[in-house]
T-cell receptor
Framework: ETGVTQTPRHLVMGMTNKKSLKCEQH?????MYWYKQSAKKPLELMFV???????ENNSVPSRFSPECPNSSHLFLHLHTLQPEDSALYLC?????????????FGPGTRLTVL | GENVEQHPSTLSVQEGDSAVIKCTYS??????FPWYKQELGKRPQLIID?????GEKKDQRIAVTLNKTAKHFSLHITETQPEDSAVYFC?????????FGSGTQLTVLP
């Protein structure tokens, strides 16, 4: 286990629902990331937070809304999703200092949109 | 932005043989190249990484080589075992942002 946890592990939601994904790390890392992993596609970076500040938003639709209240917690708020948003959503974090590029992943949330 | 190409997409080897996976990248500013292993239903796990000031790095049966001039890097697994079966992803990073390749499904046949 890498110390990055995600809840829930599985989520099924309708297109009109609102739900949130949670990521937590207590590794002392200061950057956190959201990725989308779809079948047959590379991992897609969605959002990056450094020291709680969002530094990257890779053209992600507004139906995905991130929140980073502190350097240990990261949320992804979901609303009015589409079936094509069904995927594995992975959270990652990286440490300060010399190994700032090294990212450690959580187990992911398997999302199914009906 | 960065673009990472990974080949092959699937690879089958006999147990005990070697496996090689290759990646190319486009941004010469990228300076960090990790490799992740993802078993079915599990998280990607870092298995080895290399920085641009090094040409080769080895960790037991796993090695990575980097050719900065040609902008390609490779993962080498020797004496493969059934537990090496997984999807392997390469990535390239500049300023803390990883761009991933599309993955290689490695199957080690007993």
């Amino acid at each position: 286990e890498t110390g990055v946890t995600q809840t829930p592990r599985h989520l099924v939601m309708g297109m009109t629902n609102k739900k949130s994904l949670k990521c937590e790390q207590h590794l002392g890392h200061n950057a956190m990331y959201w990725y989308k992993q779809s079948a047959k596609k590379p991992l897609e970076l969605m959002f990056v937070y450094n020291f709680k500040e969002q530094t990257e938003n890779n053209s992600v639709p507004s139906r995905f809304s991130p929140e980073c209240p502190n350097s240990s917690h990261l949320f992804l708020h979901l609303h009015t999703l589409q079936p094509e948003d069904s995927a594995l959503y992975l959270c990652a974090s990286s440490p300060p200092g010399g190994s700032t590029d090294t990212q450690y992943f959580g187990p992911g949330t398997r999302l199914t949109v009906l | 932005g960065e673009n990472v190409e990974q080949h092959p997409s699937t690879l089958s080897v006999q147990e005990g043989d070697s496996a090689v996976i290759k990646c190319t990248y486009s941004d010469s500013a990228s300076n960090y190249f990790p490799w992740y292993k993802q078993e079915l239903g599990k998280r990607p796990q870092l298995i080895i990484d290399i920085r641009s000031n090094v040409g080769e790095k080895k960790d037991q049966r796993i090695a990575v080589t980097l050719n900065k001039t040609a902008k390609h890097f490779s993962l080498h697994i020797t004496e493969t075992q059934p537990e090496d079966s997984a999807v392997y992803f390469c990535a390239a990073s500049e300023a803390r942002q990883l761009t991933f390749g599309s993955g290689t499904q490695l199957t080690v046949l007993p």
